[in-house]
Every structure is written in C-alpha cells, then in structure tokens.
C-alpha cells in the first residue's frame, strides 16, 4: 500500500516537472517573440534613420551638382582638372561626415521618450503580428497553469520550479521520503539547516510570475515591449 502511494506521489511530481517544464519553454517562446520583433523593428528604424541622414548630404551634393557654379567649385580658378579628384574626394568625405552626424544624431533622439510615438507607429504592423503570437503562447500558458496538477498543488508554491521538483524526486526515488510532504519537509530542512539548494531558489518562480503576468498580459506585454526599448 505504501508502494503503491509512493508510486502516485512520484508520478504526480513527474506530471509536475513536466508541466513547469512546457511553461519554461512557453516562457522562453514569448521572449524569442519579443527578442525578434525588436531586431526587425531596430533594422526597419535603422533603415529609415539612413533615409533621412542621406537627404543633407544629398541635398548638398545636389545644390553643387546643378548650380551655375559647379563648374568653378570642380576645377577651380584655374579651369584645369589638376586637383578635380582631390576637390571630389573632399566633398565625398563632407558628405559622408554630414551623413553619420545626422544618422547618430537621430539614433539618440530616438532613444528619448518623445520619439516613442513615432517609433511605435512605424512598427505599428510588427507590434500587431507579434502580439498576435504572444496571444497564442498566453493561452497555451493560462492553460498549463490552470492544470489541475499545478492548480492545486500538493507542492508549496515557493518549491514550484523544473529545479526544486527534481529534487523532491530525488529524496522520493533515493527512499529519504515516501510521501511528497516528506520530501517537502526534508528539503526545507535542507535549506535551514545546511543552505543546499539555496542558490536555486529564486525570489518568485516562473510560474508565479507566468501568473503575475496573465492576470493583464495586455498590458504586460507591452511594459516588456517598453523594456526592451530601453535596453537597446
């Protein structure tokens, strides 16, 4: 009889792990989402801030192109093609300087809170498609978390990580433990009295934040959209 409780207590830690093992890779789905559409977003702006840097010096290069004094600006007073090349290379290199103070210049103002708007409009279309995925990675997460399983667990709430259950499993299959509050309580000992195991326990576990962040993943979703703008 014992036997046979310790084998559904072992197996129930097994479904466990499992499940907070398809929440880690739900989890780490979502970030990859958010981690792609900043690249795509970065490179959309990173193209058009090389637009708009290129209209000064364009603009430059156009006025002296066709203005009535081209002529003279190319071969000088002379009228000789003796130093056209360096006068070329010159505005080449005007150009090119006027290029990259504008482009850098309009990297860091786009850092500032103001440009945000005109930021998110941009990728207005990006924003739409990756929340349009993250819908779905959400609803496979609300699911996982309202498995029975986890939902009323046998576990405390605080040792509810991949880490923590391979442990209990490890009291439970080693004979340390029969039951799951055994093996709860051992791990506890454990923690007060040797400090094992500390390292890997977090101030909240994944789950616990998956729950935080479900109770709004709207408006979640977007503080870690925020985030991730700042840390660019």
Do not use: H
Request: hydrophobic share 45%; glycine share 2%.
């Amino acid at each position: 009889m014992v036997t046979d409780q310790k084998i559904s207590e072992l197996d129930y830690c097994y479904v466990s792990w499992e499940l907070l093992q398809e929440l880690e890779k739900n989890a780490f789905s979502r970030n990859e989402c958010i981690r792609a559409f900043k690249k795509e977003s970065n490179d959309r702006q990173s193209l058009i801030t090389s637009v708009v840097a290129l209209i000064l010096p364009m603009t430059l290069l156009g006025s002296i192109v066709f203005s009535n004094r081209a002529a003279s600006l190319m071969y000088g007073s002379t009228g000789t093609t003796e130093n056209i090349w360096t006068r070329v290379v010159g505005l080449l290199m005007l150009s090119a300087f006027l290029f990259l103070i504008v482009y850098m210049l309009s990297k860091e103002l786009s850092k500032y809170k103001v440009f945000w708007p005109i930021k998110k409009l941009i990728n207005q279309d990006l924003e739409a498609n990756l929340r349009l995925e993250v819908e779905a990675i959400d609803r496979k997460a609300s699911k996982i978390i309202n498995d029975s399983i986890l939902k009323d667990s046998k576990i405390p709430d605080k040792f509810l990580s991949s880490e923590f259950l391979m442990v209990i499993i490890k009291y439970m299959e080693s004979g340390q433990a029969s039951f799951i509050k055994e093996a709860v309580y051992a791990l506890q000992l454990d923690l007060n009295n040797t400090g094992y195991y500390a390292n890997i326990l977090p101030k909240e576990t994944l789950l616990q934040l998956e729950k935080k962040y479900l109770l709004d993943p709207n408006k979640n979703l977007t503080k870690k959209i925020e985030l991730a703008e700042k840390n660019d």
